[in-house]
């Protein structure tokens, strides 16, 4: 990614060809977008049936250009053109429950009778917009992420002003586009990219920018809530997401799984797979289940329908990775499959005989590997699992119910699956971390609640 003159030059982290350009913004466009923001709020709310319209045909547009928003997706972030389609799905998926909650939003009564001074009075709350939203989303999920924050905020009757990721902002003005085509006016949803010390703080500190909801790193994330103080800030942040696989549970499903689930766009996810604490019973036989699952998947090409794998978003980002894997090795680890370099891209890498300490345990990873401990007792495997600073999704594969209650009821996250890996996501779940992994739950129901105020009316007739 470079910069020329007014525009912001967006390159290809597969090959750096040039994909695009968008827009260069600055602070004083920030000043703009919000005051025509707050403008259009004040002057022309928008009714909650409005707002449902919009965002049913939403829907339907992005489902009817998903091969071509997926493509954007592919070029952009080097995500793989099968995966960068799935995104899409999702975000027809975000859209329509979003379009739900618009319809249903909705305060409720206040039993006010219920203390003698209440006699005689009817209360009840109105949702109310909170005013104008700040978004500020990543690079790795540049539709659904971004989609995740602008949906539920025209739920709520807020107009919003999103500040992409500066690699990867072309699928968030391709979805402001489409939103103007289904009847949404301009001043509710805006795009600028630019820098972060620039487009980014200027939403941050602007005084009539009512929420901030944020998409990235764990420093950034609450730096950002620190100095927000006095506004609503919502954060999904990282993680390093662990599994614990059980004797008892169907460790040759949990290797399938993770195979496609360390490995999704690079591993560059959230919830990516990348702790696994296996029981020694079962341990050779998963990993001579994973290590030729992984081996097998197809590294290259983004664009290429055959790709699963494709390069980091940056040099920077694989030379890091790299460097993880050399260091833990070094420390002992054993790479079972990848660990190397072919061009601009890093292969998919096992290790096993990992240890906390190591970067690859307890840090984010953000890259393709997934790190193996062997256990003995199921206590202490919860214990590793907890042992972090993050706290976002977690899981167990278990046949024991006992054994899955203990597990919901001890790891310390904010979502737990008995069964199914912790990179699952649906988009309408309340999705969100504890600890350093973030504050707050999206997913549309969660989010549009998070986007309003509640005003209390009480009637003496």
Known sequence: MSTQHD??????????????????????????????????MQTAPLA?????????????????????????????????????????????????????????????????????????????????????VGGITPFNFPLNLVAHKVAPAIAAGCPIIVKPASQTPMSAFALR??????????????????????????????????????????????SIRERAARKKVGLELGNNAPVVIEPDGDWATAADKISVAGFSHAGQSCISTQRVYVHDDVADDFLAALVPKVEALVVGDPMNETTDVSALISTGDRDRVQEWVEEATAQGAEVLCGGKVEGNLLLPTVLANVTPDMRVCRDEVFGPVVAVQRYRDYEEAL??????????????????????????????????????????????????????????????????????ETRLVVIQP
């Open 177 to 222: 586009d489409l939103l103007y085509e289904c009847g949404l006016p301009e001043a509710w949803y805006q795009v600028i990219a630019g820098k972060a010390s620039e487009v980014g703080n200027a939403l941050v500190d602007h005084p009539d920018v009512r929420l901030i909801t944020f998409t990235g790193s764990v420093d950034v994330g609450w």
């Open 7 to 40: 525009e912001l030059v967006v390159h290809s982290p597969y090959d750096g060809t040039e994909v695009g350009r968008v827009p260069n913004g600055t602070g004083a466009d920030v000043d703009a977008a919000v005051a025509r923001a707050l403008a259009a």
């Open 383 to 452: 214990r590793l699992a907890n042992d972090t600073r993050y706290g976002l999704q977690a899981a167990v594969f278990t046949a024991d119910l006992a054994k899955a209650v203990r597990a919901a009821r001890t790891l310390d996250y904010g979502g737990v699956l008995i069964n199914e890996v912790p990179t699952w996501r649906a988009d309408q779940m309340p999705y969100g971390g504890v600890r350093d992994s973030g504050n707050t739950r999206e997913g549309p129901a969660y989010a549009v609640r998070e986007m309003t």
């Open 48 to 132: 909650q049936s409005e707002r449902a319209a919009i965002l049913d045909a939403a829907a339907r547009r992005i489902g009817e250009e998903e091969e071509r928003l997926g493509r954007t997706i592919a070029a952009e972030a080097a995500k793989p053109l099968k995966t960068a389609r799935v995104e899409a799905q999702r975000a027809v998926s975000t859209f329509t429950f979003a379009a739900v909650e618009a319809r249903k939003l909705a305060g409720e009564m206040v039993p006010i009778e219920a203390s003698d001074v209440g006699a005689g009075k009817l209360a009840f709350t109105l949702q109310l917009p909170v005013g104008v």
